[in-house]
C-alpha cells in the first residue's frame, strides 16, 4: 500500500489533537473558561468576578459604535411571506410534495 511522504508525515504531526486520536481522559473544551468553582458538596458557585459583563453606552443615539453589518445591505433570508415562520408545518409539507412529487 501507499505510505505519505516525509514532509506530509511531518505535517500531520502539527494538526491539532481531536478527542478521536486521543484517548479516554482527554477534553478539548470549548475556551470558555469557568465562571466559578465547585463545593466539596457538588454545589457550583458562581464568582461573580469572572462572569463577563457588558457595558452598554447611555445615550445610544450618539454612540460612534457601528453594527457588523451595514444597515443598507438587504435581507437574503428570513422573509417568510405567507408562513407562521422557518418552522411552520404547513409550509414544510408544502415545499416537500413540490420538490418530491408524491404524497
Known amino acids: 500500500m501507499f505510505k505519505p ?8 504531526r502539527r494538526l ?4 478521536k486520536m486521543a484517548g479516554k481522559d482527554y477534553y478539548k473544551g470549548t475556551r470558555s473558561g469557568s465562571m466559578g468553582d465547585h463545593t466539596k458538596h457538588g454545589r ?10 457588558y ?7 450618539r454612540c460612534t459604535l457601528t453594527p457588523f453589518v451595514a444597515t443598507r445591505v438587504e435581507r437574503a433570508k428570513g422573509k417568510f411571506t ?3 415562520g422557518p418552522i ?11 420538490e418530491n412529487g408524491r404524497d
Request: charged share 25%; net charge positive; hydrophobic share 35%.
Open 88 to 98: 411552520d408545518g404547513a409550509a414544510y409539507l408544502e415545499r416537500w410534495k413540490m
Open 44 to 53: 457550583y458557585l458562581i464568582n461573580w468576578n469572572k462572569v463577563r459583563t
Open 55 to 61: 457595558r452598554v453606552p447611555e445615550d445610544l443615539s
Open 16 to 19: 491539532a489533537l481531536t478527542t
Open 5 to 12: 511522504t516525509a514532509p506530509l508525515q511531518r505535517n500531520l
Open 82 to 84: 405567507g408562513t407562521r
